[in-house]
């Protein structure tokens, strides 16, 4: 069952709510708005195998055009509404997009957006219009609501968040299956027991790979999705005791700020409906998870994978507690734990991370240099997402850092991820970034960028404080040798941090 079903079977259920304004929309309204805008795209002369561009804040009207490209055979594209309108013109022109659609709360962008994309002809805006913008309401009413004669399953390529350089799209293939078929077989694997009686709190952007995946996830079961418009730790609290989640997705970011919302507050809402919270995206500091656990019970379950495809793992509360840290055992694909020339490493040893597949499950658009980086020297069918790790003698996974982030001090790797666990655990750190700067003697040297958490000064005080807190904590050679402060950090709402913006700021006059 699909989307198409569930309009059929329960048309007035509400397939999304906004939790911000308590507005819905119904099976038979989203169904029906995704058969428009298929027709509408159709009759312009789109076919399998074209993009989409979607690019809006958590809308309402959002999941039309996707649902209209995964029941249709097309790409669709979702941009991170964040972009600046240079930057987002990129990656429309690059995935080819043959249309767009943006909304009225997006129309600054919108408007410098337009001149830098003049090979997407259809450009459309929800909610309003601008010069140059046609109207998505306009071009629904014309689509026929009843689903085209036939319909083949489509498609995400999604772009990498661009935190280690410039976003390449991931372009995985078209399936051969009708949208039905195929989403059988994604509830065929039903990991987290989703049924039509779920209900999903979205608290991230869904732009993004993983809130997007779930969202199309729910709503092909016949569950309800709760979308916050933007995380905010108490209101996530609220919204699970109000609509009586079930199910959700975060990323640790959220857990350190719930973690240090006041005892009171914490609380006062009832979870007892919350089943299933799940979280992958960046790492999570042990004690982090831990404190969540004790608090939410053993229902946090963690995965390792990427937009990629190319292999994921999975770790359920009570195996995480026996094995902490670790972001569990292959799920999908064979790991394996390479050294910098492909060759394999035994239990224990520190190297780059693959999946194992029986052939290649994703290509980086228009950059075959990436996607061949991407690949095993020896074994084609082995794909890495530039993370490091190492694997215990069970065949879980613990990952160190990505690959670009390690410092190298003295000649000694350092991995900075250990090091933002520790200070995050302060409690005058809201956020914390940690990477290399440059240094005569050891080339280079340990930095620490922290955000303090609300209601502390960022002064030498603390600053002197938090080194010694970093010593105590970790091994001399990883202790930072020095903290700059930062009102905010540039860390996406998915949870991924700018890293490579703050790190450019202390190397821009000198070459790396």
């Not at 009686?197 to 969202?215: G, K």
């Not at 982090?288 to 359920?316: C, D, H, N, Q």
């Not at 440059?438 to 955000?451: H, L, N, Q, R, S």
Request: charged share 20%; net charge negative.
């Amino acid at each position: 069952m699909y989307l198409a079903d569930h309009a059929r079977l329960t048309p007035d259920k509400p397939a999304m709510i906004s939790a911000d304004t308590g507005k819905t929309v119904s099976y038979a309204q989203l169904n029906e708005r995704s058969n428009r805008f298929a027709q509408y795209l159709h009759a312009q002369g789109l076919r399998r195998g074209d993009h989409i561009c979607v690019l809006m804040e958590n809308n309402l009207s959002f999941m039309d055009p996707v649902w209209a490209a995964f029941r249709s055979g097309l790409y669709v594209t979702t941009i991170n509404r964040y972009l600046p309108p240079d930057e987002a013109a990129y990656i429309v022109e690059d995935c080819g997009a043959k249309a767009i659609v943006t909304s009225f709360a997006k129309r600054e962008t919108a408007e410098a957006l337009g001149p830098l994309i003049p090979d997407c002809p259809i450009r459309l805006m929800v909610e309003g219009t601008i010069p140059g913008w046609a109207s998505y309401e306009e071009a629904l009413a014309s689509g026929s609501p009843q689903p085209l004669e036939t319909e083949w399953m489509g498609e995400s390529m999604l772009y990498s968040s661009g935190t280690t350089g410039r976003p390449k799209g991931i372009l995985r293939p078209l399936t051969d299956q009708t949208p039905g078929e195929a989403f059988a077989v994604r509830q065929s694997v039903n990991r987290y027991g989703l049924t039509s009686d779920s209900v999903y709190i979205s608290p991230a952007p869904l732009y993004h790979a993983a809130p997007l995946a779930y969202v199309l996830s729910v709503q092909s079961f016949g569950g309800t999705v709760v979308m916050m418009e933007r995380f905010d730790a108490e209101q996530a609290l609220k919204l699970i005791d109000q609509y009586k989640v079930t199910h959700s997705q975060w990323v640790p970011t959220m857990f350190v700020r719930m973690l240090k919302l006041p005892a009171e507050v914490r609380t006062q809402y009832d979870l007892s409906s919350h089943q299933v919270a799940i979280h992958a995206a960046a790492p999570c500091p042990v004690e982090v998870k831990r404190e969540m656990i004790e608090w939410w019970g053993p229902i946090l379950y963690e995965y390792y994978a990427g937009t990629e495809a190319s292999g994921s793992t999975f770790i359920t509360s009570e195996d995480w507690l026996e094995h902490p840290g670790s972001v569990g055992r292959a799920a999908l694909g064979v790991l394996h734990i390479c050294d910098e020339d492909g060759n394999e490493l035994p239990v224990g040893e520190t190297g780059l991370v693959y999946f194992e597949r029986e052939a290649p499950t994703f290509e980086y658009h228009n950059d075959k240099a990436k996607t061949d980086q991407a690949r095993h020297p020896k074994h084609p069918g082995w794909n890495t997402l530039g993370d490091v790790g190492y694997l215990d003698e069970e065949g879980y996974l613990y990952l160190t850092d990505r690959k670009a982030f390690m410092i190298i001090s003295g000649g000694v790797n350092i991995y900075p991820q250990a090091i933002e666990d520790a200070l995050v655990t302060h409690p005058k750190v809201g956020d914390v970034a940690v990477f290399g700067v440059p240094d005569t003697e050891m080339g280079e040297a340990v930095k620490a960028v922290i955000e303090p958490a609300p209601g502390h000064a960022p002064t030498d005080d603390l600053a002197a404080e938090l080194m010694a807190y970093a010593r105590g904590k970790l091994a001399h050679y990883m202790a930072p040798r020095s903290i700059d402060f930062i009102e905010e950090m540039p860390r996406l709402p998915t949870g991924k941090l700018y890293k490579r913006v703050l790190r450019d700021a202390y190397w821009k006059d000198r070459k790396i």
